[in-house]
Nanobody, 119 residues
Framework: QVQLVESGGGLVQPGGSLGLSCAASGFSLSSYDMSWYRQAPGKERELVTSITSGGSTNYADSVKGRFTISRDNAKNSVALQMNNLRLEDTAVYYC?????????????WGQGTQVTVSS
């Protein structure tokens, strides 16, 4: 069974740090581009950061210099380290795996993990 399972969400004060993890099962994520998305209440889901199968990364302007994505293909997982968190980082964070197979997109999503930044 193909699954992405996020963990590590929680409540943190502004300026604090939190690490999220996404574990894949039922497939090898080494050939997938991996991304973290987030969705705040009343807002659309937005791309936060991604890392290609080759290790190239990109970040939304709002998180540059604060968030770091990394992948560990041996552990079949991807991580998101979030530092200097702000109130506006509050959202449900989703892990995504994406690749094309024979020209057709293949997408897997996790169930999401809540991150709440509050004093």
């Amino acid at each position: 069974q193909v699954q992405l399972v996020e963990s590590g969400g929680g409540l943190v004060q502004p300026g604090g740090s939190l690490g999220l993890s996404c574990a894949a099962s039922g497939f090898s994520l080494s050939s997938y581009d991996m991304s973290w998305y987030r969705q705040a209440p009343g807002k659309e889901r937005e791309l936060v950061t991604s890392i290609t199968s080759g290790g190239s990364t990109n970040y939304a302007d709002s998180v540059k210099g604060r968030f770091t994505i990394s992948r560990d293909n041996a552990k079949n997982s991807v991580a998101l380290q979030m530092n200097n968190l702000r109130l506006e980082d509050t959202a449900v964070y989703y892990c995504n795996a994406h690749r094309f197979i024979w020209g057709l997109p293949r997408n897997y999503w996790g169930q999401g993990t809540q991150v709440t930044v509050s004093s």
